[in-house]
T-cell receptor, first 111, second 113 residues
């Protein structure tokens, strides 16, 4: 099925540990995004990539890093997780203004 | 940073009723979009608006791009149980280096039979 695949679906992570959230798309979209969703705050942009080889910071980038080695993959890394990073993380891609395709999310709990 | 104020935060309605929700911004946007999110899934695009004053329908859904480019509303007519979910507005401001979306805080809709 075409679209965005995120892995894992959920994870419990000890504080201080590192983790990479995976995101893969098969639509050959140039732009990709990482959002976090927290109750009452909607979706907030963490990092984005307009095309392979480029990345940029969003609204809440601290504590996160990304890479875009190719068109299809856009992993998000937490170098040293903290409880405030407990959230649901969504990856998205787009090839036209506003028309984002979202993955099903990764629910992360940092304890 | 830019903020989108979305209201109401939640709605509990009877099946068959009409629903209205809106979004306002302190900034001007080039595009307004409305997404729906169902439990355990990511948001799905419902309607995209590209011109100030534009009124667009998608089945029972109607959305408008405000003339000031700082607001938008979404109406759902004759609601049905499958309309349940969280509705997000989103604004997009094109710049030289990105076209990222800013999302509202969401309206949680519950429909009772």
């Amino acid at each position: 099925t075409a679209g965005i695949t995120q892995a894992p679906t959920s994870q419990i992570l000890a504080a201080g540990r590192s983790m990479t959230l995976r995101c893969t798309q098969d639509m050959r979209h140039n732009a990709m995004y990482w959002y976090r969703q927290d109750l009452g705050l909607g979706l907030r942009l963490i990092h984005y990539s307009n095309t392979a080889g480029t990345t940029g910071k969003g609204e809440v980038p601290d504590g996160y890093s990304v890479s875009r080695a190719n068109t299809d993959d856009f992993p998000l890394t937490l170098a040293s997780a903290v409880p405030s990073q407990t959230s649901v993380y969504f990856c998205a891609s787009s090839d036209s203004p506003g028309s984002y395709t979202f993955g099903s999310g990764t629910r992360l709990t940092v304890v | 940073g830019q903020q989108l104020n979305q209201s109401p935060q939640s709605m509990f309605i009877q099946e068959g009723e009409d629903v209205s929700m809106n979004c306002t911004s302190s900034s001007i946007f080039n595009t307004w979009l409305w997404y729906k999110q169902e439990p355990g899934e990511g948001p799905v695009l419902l309607i995209a608006l590209y011109k100030a004053g534009e009124l667009t329908s998608n089945g029972r859904l109607t959305a408008q791009f405000g003339i000031t480019r700082k607001d938008s509303f979404l109406n759902i007519s004759a609601s049905i149980p499958s309309d349940v979910g969280i509705y997000f507005c989103a604004g997009q401001l094109f710049s030289w280096n990105t076209d990222k979306l800013i999302f509202g805080t969401g309206t949680r809709l519950q429909v009772f039979p």
